[in-house]
């Protein structure tokens, strides 16, 4: 910590502003040391009153090729350590997560997130939203359909019984999904809708359009996918093949998880 001002002592209050910053930071961790970058620099409003849970306001971090600021409360130990408010993050390019996430990455993103979160329980009741640019995965398939503009938005509140997704909204330029309903290793139940209106961003030589609804029901190791939609002038670049699917093509299938396959 550089500087700490505005200091304000009262019988049950303390307040100012911290500055801090580092610079030449290293990490053991080659993961960790690309993700933090060499240097960080922020500040922040603390406001610690007794029975209440601490403040800090107008929170601003900046590192090398990425920002985040919010404001944030910070409850007791003894209830998980909740961290509730908002932050906004910008990541200039998500190269820098790579080692972290273990697979390579790309593009921008602007990053919101609002709610609540206990890191030590698990606990968490949010809301985020993603804003990408021509993200990546990794995944050739996943990396065309999310070329150019799109957009994650994401509800969710995790509890002792397991995850339960409010909604899913996933949207690009080629790709539209809605998903909700419950994630545990017990016994899930998540549905949603899927329209993807060209085919040939997943695979060479495919075409048309296809949309579905879709369920995914049971516990983690005997998952079940059942599948209803249809396709247009659906394509898989075989000729004799895509002769007989011209028109309008009817999709039903249930597909069997076992052990997460």
């Given at each position: 910590v550089d500087d700490l001002i505005a200091r304000v002592e009262a019988a049950s209050q303390t307040g100012?502003?911290?500055?801090?910053?580092?610079?030449?930071?290293?990490?053991d961790d080659p993961g960790l040391a690309a993700a933090a970058g060499p240097f960080l620099t922020g500040r922040t409003?603390?406001?610690?009153?007794?029975?209440?849970?601490?403040?800090?306001?107008?929170?601003?971090?900046?590192g090398q090729g990425y920002a985040a600021g919010g404001n944030l409360t910070v409850g007791p130990v003894v209830d998980g350590l909740p961290l509730a408010g908002i932050v906004e993050a910008d990541v200039r390019d998500l190269t820098?997560?790579?080692?972290?996430?273990?697979?390579?990455?790309?593009?921008?993103?602007?990053?919101?997130?609002?709610?609540?979160?206990?890191?030590?329980?698990?606990?968490?009741?949010?809301?985020?939203?993603?804003?990408?640019?021509?993200?990546?995965?990794?995944?050739?398939?996943?990396?065309?359909?999310?070329?150019?503009?799109?957009?994650?938005?994401?509800?969710?509140?995790?509890?002792?019984?397991?995850?339960?997704?409010?909604?899913?909204?996933?949207s690009t330029q080629v790709l539209k999904a809605q998903a909700s309903g419950t994630i545990s290793?017990?016994?899930?139940?998540l549905g949603g809708s899927v329209t993807l209106s060209d085919l040939s961003v997943v695979r060479a030589g495919a075409g048309g359009d296809v949309a579905a609804e879709f369920r995914l029901t049971g516990p983690e190791r005997d998952l079940t996918l059942r599948l209803d939609g249809t396709a247009q002038s659906l394509a898989i670049g075989e000729p004799l093949i895509d002769r007989l699917l011209r028109g309008q093509t009817k999709i039903a299938t249930t597909v069997s998880l076992a052990d997460g396959v």
């Open positions: 100012g502003t911290v500055v801090f910053s580092a610079g030449g930071m290293s990490f409003i603390f406001v610690a009153r007794e029975g209440e849970p601490l403040r800090l306001s107008r929170l601003s971090v900046i820098r997560l790579s080692v972290l996430a273990g697979r390579p990455l790309g593009g921008a993103a602007g990053l919101s997130v609002e709610g609540t979160y206990a890191p030590l329980s698990g606990l968490a009741d949010l809301a985020a939203r993603i804003e990408g640019r021509d993200l990546r995965t990794g995944i050739p398939e996943a990396d065309r359909a999310l070329a150019g503009g799109s957009t994650i938005a994401v509800s969710l509140r995790r509890d002792a019984a397991g995850t339960a997704g409010r909604s899913l909204d996933v290793g017990e016994a899930s139940d």
